[in-house]
């Protein structure tokens, strides 16, 4: 389904429009219970619901998905799941709110929930020529109001990123406590592929022990060296300055809290920056990611993220 906002627009403009997508994504053969699998099913028209003729079960196509429960218009929901998809940056929950004319904690929570539904499972190991780096997530000291300034200097107090990517290929990206060895070395070995051809770093000492199952080969930033042969980090160092444009620029300040969420959506959206059909295959994960709750997700943070 190659999509663009017109076509959305003229093509999804109503409820009953949107639902009969959603079911053909969920049940491509065929109406089944989601309870016994039966295929001897009825239809409640006016609840948008199925009655299972074999076990009684009464079911719709939102139910147990991240849509269930939700009182928001589905066309709505498809614009907000296109809007983000296709916004590099990506694109806020006050800049959803003034799109969709809707409330700013319906927009916070409706990104949130499409977020959840994006996250990386089960993604395989990276191969090729690899690219592993880290970066740090935080605005600086001085710019912060003298109430909120906390004395730490340099990269203190500050969200710590670590990613890897495959040259012409997928990003893995994810939020850390520490640089330790320990912590770097599980990383890169949770995604990276011992096959690989070559595994590039700085000279950040936490990559050390790289050498012992990659071919690990380095460049050393602080004396000016960045290109080595086939050896720097310059992919990696693109997605970093993608992701703090898209922070600084689209968001202004994300909290520690769901910044993992954040850093899912910008791999999400760079892994499928050449998927002619994004849209739909963002509506299946979204068909198959369970409900997820406000209370859930307001407890993680007394305040809310951008």
């Given at each position: 389904m190659d999509m663009n906002l017109l076509t959305l627009a003229r093509t999804f403009d109503s409820d009953n429009k949107c639902r009969e997508l959603l079911e053909q994504l969920q049940w491509p053969d065929g109406v089944r219970c989601t309870r016994c699998n039966s295929e001897k099913i009825s239809r409640?028209?006016?609840?948008n619901q199925y009655d299972c003729d074999s076990c009684r079960y009464q079911f719709s196509v939102t139910a147990g998905?991240?849509?269930?429960?939700?009182?928001?218009?589905?066309?709505?929901w498809f614009a907000a799941v296109y809007l983000m998809c296709e916004s590099k940056k990506g694109m806020s929950a006050m800049q959803i709110k003034r799109t969709l004319g809707i409330g700013y904690k319906t927009a916070?929570?409706?990104?949130?929930?499409?977020?959840?539904?994006?996250?990386?499972?089960?993604?395989?190991?990276?191969?090729?020529?690899?690219?592993?780096?880290?970066?740090?997530?935080?605005?600086?000291?001085?710019?912060?109001?003298?109430r909120q300034r906390t004395g730490l200097t340099?990269?203190?107090?500050?969200?710590?990123?670590?990613?890897?990517?495959?040259?012409?290929?997928?990003?893995?990206?994810?939020?850390?406590?520490?640089?330790?060895?320990r912590t770097l070395d599980r990383f890169v070995h949770e995604a990276v592929s011992q096959r690989v051809s070559l595994v590039s770093t700085d000279e950040h000492s936490g990559y050390r022990l790289l050498g012992?199952?990659?071919?690990?080969?380095?460049?050393?930033?602080?004396?000016?060296?960045?290109v080595v042969g086939a050896i720097h980090t310059n992919t990696i160092e693109s997605f970093w300055s993608l992701l703090k444009r898209g922070i600084v620029g689209s968001y202004h300040k994300v909290s520690k809290e769901h910044l993992p969420a954040y850093v899912s959506e910008f791999e999400f959206r760079f892994n499928n920056?050449?998927?002619?059909?994004?849209?739909?295959?963002?509506?299946?994960?979204?068909?198959?990611?369970?409900?997820?709750?406000?209370?859930?997700?307001?407890?993680?943070?007394?305040?809310r993220a951008a």
């Open positions: 409640i028209e006016k609840r998905t991240i849509f269930h429960d939700s009182h928001l218009p589905l066309w709505k916070w929570y409706l990104c949130h929930r499409i977020r959840a539904a994006i996250q990386a499972v089960g993604e395989p190991q990276l191969s090729g020529e690899v690219e592993v780096d880290e970066t740090f997530i935080g605005g600086k000291e001085a710019n912060r109001h003298k340099g990269t203190a107090g500050k969200a710590i990123v670590i990613g890897a990517v495959e040259r012409g290929g997928a990003v893995r990206a994810k939020v850390i406590q520490n640089t330790d060895t012992k199952d990659y071919n690990h080969g380095t460049v050393n930033h602080g004396k000016g060296e960045y920056r050449k998927n002619p059909h994004l849209f739909r295959d963002t509506l299946k994960r979204l068909l198959s990611t369970e409900p997820l709750p406000f209370e859930k997700l307001a407890k993680r943070s007394a305040s």
